[in-house]
């Protein structure tokens, strides 16, 4: 079974404010104000207030402000934006700085497996956390390349050392949660993504996820129940997906079809899933090929 990660954790940012400064480059009063600046695009962007984050790093650049942290953040807040393209130009010319290389590496693995380049990006990642053992976004990142190579025991070990090192751990809950999930420990994810959700409530990613958990154990109404219409299609989609790949035909074909009522138009994933649902029925074991809706 194919299913879509959430990269929402790889995303998070954490506060940069203790990294890539160097005191002698500057007078106390310069490294004050550099200093501020940093805690303040920090905040912003651990906050998701993009447009702020954005004007703040302008203002620091005009103000002629040269501290290698702003190079980091900028490749933070284009990762923020799904630019992990620029984002990657961005860290590895920030690396130059001995001060910021661990994190410029942290950044650029990230980049690299946005961008699909999972050789890379583990090499990447490694190469952060020796650098750094503290990286936690490094290792949680290094979890889901052992993920993407069923080298479950290896994701397991990064996701605790993540849990171990990270400022926000909520991340880290949902893609070990999913990580267990395509390992069918089905319980033991439900519980990493309320761990999750716990912690940030609002966070989507873990939310999608435990309904898809619930629906892998057979719990379909609860995973579709208090749906949105924004979100019912999609929801269903899932939920029958899950019921395919559990066996359960019936209830896969009752779901499919809901979901692409609900959609009102033309659904293409769902209608795929719902054939897919019916060839299993008709006996045709054949290799799933649609996704999750995610």
């Keep these: 079974m194919t299913l879509n990660r959430t990269l929402a954790c790889w995303l998070t940012i954490v506060a940069l404010a ?14 004050a104000i550099a200093d501020a600046r940093v805690a303040d695009i920090s905040r912003a962007l651990d906050e998701r207030r993009l447009v702020d984050a954005g004007r703040m790093l302008d203002q620091a650049l005009l103000a002629g402000v040269q501290d ?24 590895t010319r920030a690396g130059a700085a001995p001060s910021a290389h661990a994190a410029a590496r942290q ?23 020796a650098a750094d053992p503290h990286a936690g976004r490094a290792w949680n990142g290094l979890g889901a390349e052992h993920d993407r190579r069923r080298e479950w025991a290896q994701a397991e070990a990064a996701y605790e050392r993540a849990l171990a ?32 959700l716990e912690r940030k409530p609002d966070m989507d990613a873990a939310r999608t996820n435990l309904r898809l958990a619930m629906a892998m154990r057979g719990e379909y109404d609860r ?55 019916r060839d299993l029925a008709a006996g045709d074991q054949r290799r799933p090929t649609a996704n999750a809706d995610r």
Excluded at 260 to 267: D, F, L, N, P, S
């Design 18 to 31: 203790g990294a890539a400064w160097s005191p002698t480059l500057a007078s106390p009063a310069a490294s």
């Design 68 to 91: 290698a942290r702003l190079d980091l953040l900028t490749g933070e807040l284009q990762l923020a934006r799904g630019r992990p393209a620029d984002a990657l130009e961005t860290f």
């Design 107 to 129: 950044g650029a693995g990230l980049a690299l497996s946005l961008l699909g380049k999972s050789d890379e990006a583990r090499a990447a990642l490694e190469e952060a956390v």
């Design 165 to 196: 090192t990270s400022a926000d751990p909520a991340p880290v809950y949902n893609n070990r949660g999913f990580s267990r999930l395509l390992q069918g420990r089905l319980d033991e994810a439900v519980a990493d993504f309320v761990q999750a």
């Design 223 to 277: 995973a579709v129940s208090g749906a949105t219409p924004a979100e019912a299609a999609a929801l269903l989609n899932n939920a029958g997906f899950a019921a395919a790949v559990r066996g359960d035909y019936r209830q896969a074909d009752t779901l499919l079809t809901q979901a692409i009522k609900a959609r009102g138009e033309y659904y293409q994933r769902a209608s795929a899933n719902l054939q897919y649902a």
